[in-house]
């Protein structure tokens, strides 16, 4: 095994074109397990710590560019305004041990149907920075990344350099299920934005399919009904039937297994319980924020 | 591969390392510093954390090769880092590294096996303890020992942005270690202990 240990991000690059089998290792919370039980023993291990860009953020006008290494810890304390949804969905993963290493690009690269991140990035809308030595820069829109159990949209001799995240607009939430509420791989996962600017709803389901995804059946569902409905104007009480649909809409999009850590129809269930109560829940801040505003004025 | 980095105020230098060998491997089978302990190995019990640049880890977790520069605290150098923090001075623990050691130019080894035996805290005999494993030995909050030093790493941690912390704060801190003979009423009580104790010699 070889250790590369690339001093910026030139050199990164360079360094995956040359050897494309390179693993990237950031905060090691799943490089370093694979390692540690013989899974895996890569050829080349290529260290990004070293990378100081990747572990920075900034905040643009709609987006929030979050550098690939950015720590959960990191995304808790600065970017709570911001990306509500992400912040949520980070105060989630592991233990503050494993916040403090592990950062975006890492769940990204993995790819895991349960990591922690996906369902809030999928519902607040983003994009994926990836870069070659070759090629340069593209990025790959947040529904395209997946594209099979621990699979991605990336080229072998691409890196993840930054997400851009949708800066979030209104209300946004994130629930998992797990058997505690620390140190727990998700049994589901569910992320739900409301984007009031343009009147739609946007969800991410984890833990529940081979790849996350988005319930869009549901969500158009939804956005017709609040249409229709007058809902983003009148600030009314979603109905308890529409809700429902929406929730059963989501446990069907669905395509879960039965495993250690549930069953599919238990996954089904919780993702559509997950849906109506974070549809619930940022309906009411959506209402709350409304009342207050028009207070205001 | 070699790699050279600080640990508990001390340079330390590692030969013959293994590209794939972990932060804890390598303080407890290079540097004799067996106070991390291994468990899981994948970052589930906490037992093995360390402050990497002041930063609370799972030295497991961490390859060797990503420590190079940088500077680590291990549960060997609680006292003195504490100790430094509440004296005002170098919270990094930059400053256990004496001038005249460098001067001399004692090898790390002896240098740190010598500050070991002047200052024992894996027994607790001839040293004066942090006051969070004060706190952990008044309280009865070790059991069979051996979740200890990660806990009193993240504890430690809790305690230095957090002087006045709540159970919630406290159980959220420690959430990332586990205690297999379930103490964690008697390690909740240790860690409240130390935080009284921190605000009482304010």
Known sequence: MDFIRPASWEEALAAKAEHPTAVPIAGGTDVMVEINFDHRRPEYLLDLNRIGDLTEWEVGEDTVRLGASVSYTKIMENLRAELPGLALASHTVASPQIRNRGGVGGNLGTASPAGDAHPALLSAGAEVEAESAARGTRLIPIDEFYTGVKRNALQPDELIRAVHIKKADGPQQYSKVGTRNAMVIAVCAFGLALHPETRTVRTGIGSAAPTPVRAKTAEDFLNAALEEGGFWDNGKIITPSAAKQFADLCSAACNPIDDVRGTASYRRHAVGVMARRTLTWTWESYRDARRASEGAA | ?202
């Open chain 2, 1 to 202: 591969m070699r790699v050279n980095f600080t640990v508990n105020g001390r340079p330390q230098e590692a030969d013959d390392v293994w590209e794939g060998e972990s932060l804890l491997y390598v303080l407890r089978e290079r540097l004799g510093l067996p106070g991390s302990k291994n468990a899981c190995e994948q970052g589930e019990c906490g037992s093995c954390t360390v402050r990497l640049d002041g930063v609370p880890v799972c030295s497991c977790l961490v390859a060797a090769g990503q420590v190079e520069g940088r500077e680590v605290v291990t549960v060997e150098g609680l006292a003195d880092y504490a100790k430094q923090r509440s004296e005002g001075g170098c919270a990094t623990g930059t400053c256990g590294t004496t001038l005249q050691d460098a001067q001399l130019g004692v090898p790390p080894g002896e240098a740190w096996g010598r500050q070991a035996k002047g200052t024992d805290s894996q027994t607790g005999e001839g040293t004066e303890l942090s006051p969070i494993q004060q706190a952990f030995i008044d309280a009865g909050a070790v059991q069979c020992g051996f979740c200890t030093p990660g806990l009193l790493v993240a504890a430690d941690e809790m305690l230095e942005n957090n002087p006045d912390p709540t159970d919630a704060d406290i159980r959220e801190a420690l959430s990332g270690n586990l205690c297999r003979c379930t103490g964690y009423e008697k390690i909740m009580d240790a860690v409240r202990l130390a935080a009284a104790r921190q605000s009482e010699g304010v």
